[in-house]
Nanobody, 123 residues
Framework: LQLVESGGGLVQAGGSLRLSCAAS????????MGWFRQAPGKEREFVAA????????YYQDSAKGRFTISRDNGKNTVYLQMNSLKPEDTAVYYC?????????????????WGQGTQVTVSS
């Protein structure tokens, strides 16, 4: 499975961005999907995840109420809508795929990764 993220950029605090992750070379609907982020000098951390069908979603506490993960299996794409962005959301955001029914929160359990997209939130 190949994953390509897009949609990152520079935004002011309080603004919004929508990240997309397009999948190819595999059966997208067979994979649970996750979004992770990594800030300079920090470990990669879980942000949000979604089950294969899209019926179940999971969020890091700091993302609840601000971020929404969704997927369109017909378009082989997973999205992360990010609202009310804060400077501490600044990081490289990665999407990842795992052949599991329920997406894990541990990044080491994922099978495939995209190249990442930079999100910078200015104060």
């Amino acid at each position: 499975l190949q994953l390509v993220e897009s949609g990152g950029g520079l935004v002011q605090a309080g603004g919004s961005l929508r990240l997309s992750c397009a999948a190819s070379r595999g059966t997208f609907s067979s994979y649970a999907m996750g979004w992770f982020r990594q800030a300079p000098g920090k470990e990669r951390e879980f942000v949000a995840a979604i089950s294969r069908s899209g019926s179940n979603t999971y969020y890091q506490d700091s993302a609840k109420g601000r971020f929404t993960i969704s997927r369109d299996n017909g378009k082989n794409t997973v999205y992360l809508q990010m609202n009310s962005l804060k400077p501490e959301d600044t990081a490289v955001y990665y999407c990842a795929a795992v052949a599991a029914l329920r997406p894990p929160l541990n990044p080491y359990e994922y099978d495939y990764w995209g190249q990442g997209t930079q999100v910078t939130v200015s104060s």
